[in-house]
């Protein structure tokens, strides 16, 4: 086995953790051990801000460092760790994702930059809550909106608003357990209000309803510009009437009902998203993901898919196919 060739997968964690960190016994133990018998020697690198500095001395001794931090979760924030990881790629480490692919892709505001490409949509981004009282009320003529946070994950922040009735709405947040609510626009405002603060991004995005989003959400799992499995799960989170989402199913790249969507990341949409956003080619994740959702029929042409978010800086669990791409992709990068 070459000395050089060393890898680290960082995820949080506390002390305890860190102390006892076990490659058999974690959640990436199939890419441990993918890595190993490619002669890549793979660490556990158990990451949190109080040992930060004992981390990042670990990091510089590997030359890949792949990352599956949240960048908000439970409170935490990972500035210090994007900061440790910048350093890490400016010395010529393999880092992925990169933090600047994070920011590129891994927001919300990717919706609004790429609203007019094939699988855009209705998509504007909101930068005050004056703005939105101004402008909500129209678009809500119109049908459903979703109001979406800067940035988040496993739906906090996501709200669908439906006008119902003279200067009432129906409002539902997609995080799980929540119910729908009826308020006026000053509860609205009270309830949107934190999203606006500087230190929450200070916008949010505001999506046209997808009418056919209860038939189901395909995740398309990535390996820099190719696809390396699927996902399927109803998504039911925001409908008033349906049970919480369902178990979400994994398949391999070749699954038959998406290979119209597999044709067209490949052939055009992965590369359209790159240059959009002004992210170079080598600076694509390694391990990335783009939810759909069914769009509205659009005659005799192909299944319209319509963006709903990019998670790029903690996707796990994937599907099994994903480790074998991964690992060749990762050689690829490392030196010989």
């Excluded at 890949?64 to 210090?80: M, T, Y």
Aim: net charge neutral; proline share 7%; charged share 25%.
């Amino acid at each position: 086995m070459a000395a050089t060739r060393r890898v680290a997968l960082v995820y949080p964690g506390d002390r305890s953790a860190r102390d006892r960190a076990d490659r058999a016994a974690s959640r990436f133990a199939a890419l441990f051990d993918a890595l190993e018998a490619a002669g890549v020697a793979a660490e556990p690198a158990v990451w949190h801000d109080d040992f930060a500095d004992e981390v990042a001395a670990q990091l510089q001794r590997v030359q890949a460092v792949l990352v599956w931090c949240n960048p908000i979760e439970d409170g935490r924030r990972r500035d210090r760790l994007d900061a440790v990881l910048r350093m890490l790629a400016a010395q010529g480490l393999c880092v992925s994702a990169h933090p600047e692919a994070v920011l590129r892709l891994g927001t919300k505001d990717v919706l609004f930059e790429t609203r007019d490409l094939p699988f855009g949509s209705d998509v504007h981004r909101v930068e005050s809550l004056g703005q939105l009282e101004a402008e909500l009320p129209r678009r809500l003529r119109s049908g459903a909106r979703v109001l979406k946070q800067y940035r988040g994950h496993s739906g906090i922040g996501v709200w669908r608003i439906e006008a119902s009735g003279s200067d009432r709405l129906r409002v539902r947040h997609a995080q799980r357990g929540s119910v729908e609510q009826t308020m006026g626009w000053p509860e609205l405002r009270a309830t949107l209000a934190p999203y606006f603060a500087a230190e929450a991004g200070g916008h949010m995005i505001d999506q046209a309803w997808q009418p056919r989003l209860a038939e189901g959400m395909v995740r398309a799992y990535l390996v820099g510009d190719r696809v390396a499995g699927f996902g399927h799960q109803a998504v039911n989170a925001l409908h008033p009437a349906e049970p919480q989402p369902g178990p979400r199913l994994y398949h391999g790249p070749a699954l038959a009902a998406f290979q119209g969507l597999r044709e067209q990341l490949e052939s055009g949409w992965i590369t359209q998203l790159r240059e959009r956003v002004g992210l170079a080619e080598q600076h694509l994740p390694l391990l990335w993901d783009c939810d759909f959702m069914p769009g509205e029929p659009s005659g005799a042409g192909p299944e319209r898919h319509v963006l709903c978010e990019i998670n790029v800086s903690s996707v796990s669990p994937f599907p099994p196919s994903c480790i074998t791409p991964l690992v060749e992709a990762l050689l690829r990068r490392l030196p010989a």
